[in-house]
């Protein structure tokens, strides 16, 4: 089955750094754009960036600069590195894998990482 799991997550200062993961168990067959998306508290879930299985990649404009997405594809790992890092980046960060191709079209859900950046 398809298991999603988030790491990297802490509390940093304004400026600072962070890199997140997502190790991935995917089915091999499928095919998978990957996401990463945060959730404030009080506040709709927002995506954030995406990477697809054409290679091709996509930043919300409120992280374009700063943030860079990448995957290991050995690994079965999806990236986030994090910098210049802002208070109003604090949320709780989540990896989704969009499966299609030649499998059951479904989205899932990582349980989450949380991301606290403090002024």
């Known amino acids: 089955q398809v298991q999603l799991v988030e790491s990297g997550g802490g509390s940093v200062q304004a400026g600072g750094s962070l890199r997140l993961s997502c190790a991935a168990s995917?089915?091999?067959?499928?095919?998978?754009?990957m996401r990463w998306y945060r959730q404030a508290p009080g506040k709709e879930r927002e995506f954030v960036s995406g990477?697809?299985?054409?290679?091709?990649?996509q930043y919300a404009d409120f992280v374009k600069g700063r943030f860079t997405i990448s995957q290991d594809n050995a690994k079965n790992t999806v990236y986030l590195q994090m910098n210049s890092l802002k208070p109003e980046d604090t949320a709780m960060y989540f990896c989704?894998?969009?499966?299609?191709?030649?499998?059951?079209?479904?989205?899932?859900w990582g349980q989450g990482t949380q991301v606290t950046v403090s002024s």
């Open positions: 995917l089915v091999t067959y499928c095919r998978y754009d």
């Open positions: 989704k894998a969009n499966q299609f191709g030649r499998c059951l079209y479904f989205g899932y």
């Open positions: 990477i697809n299985s054409d290679g091709s990649i």
